[in-house]
C-alpha cells in the first residue's frame, strides 16, 4: 500500500517575525478580494497549480473527472464542530471571526455543485476553513479553567497550562530556537496543535471513510478513513504545506474595517412560510411484505399534480415526502419449527420505509424534472418508524370487527391512548376517521394501519395574503437548501 505523504515546513524564526501587524491583518480578515485570494491559494495548492517556483503540487496526479462530494454537508458541520472546540477561548475573543467561519463553511456546503463531477468542494470546504483559522492560537489541551498554581504543587501544577497563562496575551515574535526557551516551547505546541487540527480536516475531507471502530465504555469509537490515496488524487503520494502562519501578536475583538461610514439599513420585508396542503397516503398494510413499486408511489405524485394544477394562486417553495412504517411484526421460523415474532421487526420495518423512500425521492426527481414549476421548488423525502410500539397481546383484536361487543368503544379507547401520534403521524384529527369500514375490517388494523404509508407536506405562500409580493417570497422565513432522503 502506497503511503500518503505529509510535508511539515517549520520556518526559523527570522520568518516568524515578519508577521503583519495587528491592523493590517484585521484590514486582510475582512477583505473579501484578500480572502478570496488566499483562500484561491490554499485550494490551488490542493489541486495541483502551484503558484511560487519550487512548490509541491497537491496530487502526484490528480483524478479526471473528479467525484461528487455528496456528504460535503455532514463534513461541513464536523468541521465547524471540530474548529470550534479547539480554538473555544480565540472565537469567544473573535465572534466576528467565529460568524464569518461557519456562514462561509455552511455557503461551500449548500453549493448544489458538490453533488456533480468535476466540482472543487473538498479543496474549498479544507481552504475555507484553514483561512479561518490558521492565524488564531488555538486552545492549549487540558487547561480549560485552569488558575495558576505554585510550582511545588505537584498535584495541580501544569507546565502546559502556565505557560498559556503567561504567554497567550503576549508577542511571539523573538525566541531562541530550542533549549530552554520558555516562548519557544509555548510556539511549538501552538504550531503543533495548528497543524493536528489541519491533519484531522484533511481527513474530512480529502479521504475516503472506512467506517467506525468498535467503541467501550472507555475507548469512544472514532472514525477511521484510507490514507493511502486520496479521493480527489488518482495516484499517491499527495503533498500538503502544513505551514501555519502563526500570529505573533495577540489580538482580541476584531471588526471588519469600514471603509465609510455604513447607513442605516432597512428592514427587509419577509414572509411568513405556510403550510399549504397536508395528507396522508396510506400503503399495503400486508404483514411482512417488503416489495417496493410505481403502485405505491403513484398515488403520491397524483395528489401533487392535482394539487398545483387546481392552486395556481400559491407560491410553492418546499415539497417533503415521510415514507412511514407502523411497527407490525415480522415472523421467523422459530426452534420447534413454528413461527415466531422476528425480535428485528422494528429494525425489517424501517428498512421498507428507505426502501419506499428511496424510490419516492426518484419519482419526485422526475416530477420535478418533468415540470418548469417545480424547478426552483425544494424537494425532501424522509423515513421513520411510525406509530405505537407493538403489544403481542394486540394480536387478539384481528378478531375484533364492528359485529364485537363495544367496538365502538375500544376504537374510542384506541384513540385517546394515541391521539398525539395519531394527530401528527397520521393526520387523523377524529375518532370518526377509524371507524371508516372499507378501511379498518377489525381493532388491530384500527391500531397500526392508519401510521403505515406517505406523509405529504407542501409549504409556501398564498398570494392574495402576501405582504411583500412575489419578490419577498424568495426571502421568506423558513426556507430550506435540498436535502437527500433522511432518517426522521
Known sequence: MKKLALVLFVLPASVWAQASQ?????????DEAQKEKRIQFIEDNIYNQPRYPGQQPGCAELKRPQPPFTDVSKRAEEIIDLVNQKFSKAFTEN?????????????????????????????????TSMFHYENLRPDMPGCKGYAKQDPMDNKNYDRHCELELKYRGEYLDTYSQGGLDARAEYT?????????????I??????KSLGFTKGTKKVPSIEVFAMDVPEICSKSPFVFNLRMNLYKEPFSALEPVKKEEEKPKLTPCVEEKISLYSEFVPLNFDEGRSEVGASQIDPVKNKIDAFILANPNMIITDISVSSNSSRTPYYKPGPSGKKVIDPDSDKRNLDLAEQRSSYAAKALNDL???NLELAKVNFET????????????????????????????????IYTENKDLLEKEALIKSPDDLKDEKRFSNLYQVKYKPFQGFRINISGY?????KCGEKGAAKGKGDTTPSNSSKQ
Do not use: W
Open 22 to 30: 495587528p491592523t493590517k491583518f484585521a484590514s486582510y480578515y475582512f
Open 95 to 127: 465572534p466576528k471571526i467565529k460568524e464569518a467561519f461557519e456562514k462561509e463553511m455552511r455557503e461551500v456546503a449548500a453549493d448544489k455543485s458538490c453533488s456533480e463531477v468535476d466540482n472543487v468542494c473538498r479543496g474549498k470546504l479544507m481552504a
Open 188 to 200: 511549538d505546541q501552538l504550531v503543533s496543535s495548528l497543524n493536528n487540527v489541519t491533519d484531522e
Open 202 to 207: 484533511l481527513k474530512k475531507t480529502l479521504h
Open 368 to 370: 420535478k424534472s418533468s
Open 382 to 413: 424522509k423515513f421513520a418508524l411510525a406509530g405505537p410500539a407493538f403489544v403481542a397481546k394486540d394480536l387478539n383484536n384481528r378478531f375484533v370487527t364492528k359485529d364485537s361487543p363495544d367496538y365502538e368503544k375500544k376504537v374510542m379507547d
Open 462 to 466: 398564498k398570494k392574495e395574503t402576501m
